[in-house]
């Protein structure tokens, strides 16, 4: 698998290879939130869910929830510390049903045609069309689309938007697009809509995969 250095990719942000071990607990505050998006992700029991950007797997209980054993979660991520922190987590629970991919979600070899995928907290994946072009791609027409996170509050909070970068800054490569995180994704996506949480400095987008045509 080629370095992300090697296609052109920014670095691992050091937040990823050396607070991976923290991550779970710096992040908890926001674990209501993390169930309301699971939640927005229509899921069926036996459904395959890509979990983009899974860093540690603080998801994949609320999916496990929704699919059932006999359903799978394949988790991409190209942060190999928290991938580990997410192996872990899957072996701890005897959660069997998981299938770990570490690679950028540009090149990420995805082994089948999945049924939902949920983009929690990944501007940066979501700011790439190649990684969109590749995980939309690896989805059935009509497959359930939840993207969701953290943006930029309207222009007039400014005091605001100092707050929302900061606490964003060690998890993001480049804010660019912060103020509509969602752009790409919109282009992928019909019956699309997004509601903004927390005085707009937070959202969930919520889409169907469209059927390829031509
Ligand atoms: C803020 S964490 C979110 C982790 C998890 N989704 C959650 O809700 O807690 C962002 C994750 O995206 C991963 N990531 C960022 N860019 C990526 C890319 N191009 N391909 C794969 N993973 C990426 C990082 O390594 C990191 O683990």
């Not at 607990?25 to 998006?37: G, I, V």
């Not at 970068?165 to 996506?189: K, N």
Request: aromatic share 8%; net charge negative.
């Amino acid at each position: 698998m080629p370095q992300a250095t090697e296609i052109g990719l920014a670095p691992v942000l050091p937040a990823y290879s050396e607070r991976a071990d923290s991550y779970d607990h710096d992040t908890a505050p926001y674990e209501s939130w993390r169930r309301r998006l699971v939640a927005a992700l229509p899921l069926r029991r036996g459904d395959t869910v890509l979990d983009v950007g899974c860093g540690t797997g603080l998801c994949f209980p609320l999916l496990l929830d929704e699919i059932g054993a006999e359903g799978t979660v394949i988790g991409i991520d190209d942060a190999p510390a928290m991938l580990a922190e997410a192996r872990a987590k899957a072996d701890a629970h005897g959660w069997r049903n998981i299938t770990l991919i570490e690679a950028p979600a540009e090149h990420a070899i995805i082994p089948c045609i999945a049924d939902a995928a949920l983009f929690s907290a990944v501007h940066d994946v979501l700011q790439s069309p190649a990684a969109l072009d590749n995980v939309i791609g690896h989805l059935r027409p009509g497959a359930w689309v939840v993207g969701a996170g953290g943006k930029f509050p309207p222009a007039w909070e400014v005091p605001l938007t100092f707050v929302v970068r900061a606490v964003h800054a060690p998890y993001i490569r480049d804010f660019t697009g912060f103020d509509r995180p969602w752009r790409l994704l919109e282009e992928y996506l019909d019956d699309f809509h997004v509601t903004e949480v927390a005085f707009g400095t937070g959202y969930i987008a919520v889409g169907r995969a469209r059927p390829v045509t031509g």
